[in-house]
């Protein structure tokens, strides 16, 4: 069993930063790819970020690229997500995931991860 738990959210203005992370414990984390997800209120859950076992491989919603970075320190057992340049439309509760299939896919949905974290807010003001 894999146990989640992110920090970092909270209330930034527009054009601001934040990190969030992502403490896992249990099972072996430096084995399993790993997701951000967000979810606005009435809206479906979509993919953020993803990254691959080794940090080599990562992905970006086309809403994020250039804008967030995801990173991994497996000795910590943690996932990052750096958010730069935010908007109105980024505020969301933000979700890390579990991947324990391990392969390595891009853009993997949010019913192909195996362990969620309990999620942390984000909210960006105009």
């Known amino acids: 069993q894999v146990q989640l738990v992110e920090s970092g959210g909270g209330l930034v203005q527009a054009g601001g930063s934040l990190g969030l992370s992502c403490a896992a414990s249990g099972g072996t984390f430096s084995r399993y790819s790993m997701g951000w997800f967000r979810q606005a209120p009435g809206k479906e859950r979509e993919s953020v970020a993803g990254i691959s076992w080794s940090g080599v491989s990562t992905y970006y919603a086309n809403s994020v690229k250039g804008r967030f970075t995801i990173s991994r320190d497996n000795a910590k057992n943690t996932v990052y997500l750096q958010m730069n340049s935010l908007k109105p439309e980024d505020t969301a509760v933000y979700y890390c995931?579990?991947?324990?299939?391990?392969?390595?896919?891009?853009?993997?949905?949010?019913?192909?991860?195996?362990?969620w974290g309990q999620g942390t807010q984000v909210t960006v003001s105009s």
């Open positions: 995931a579990a991947d324990v299939s391990g392969r390595w896919v891009a853009g993997r949905r949010p019913d192909e991860y195996a362990y």
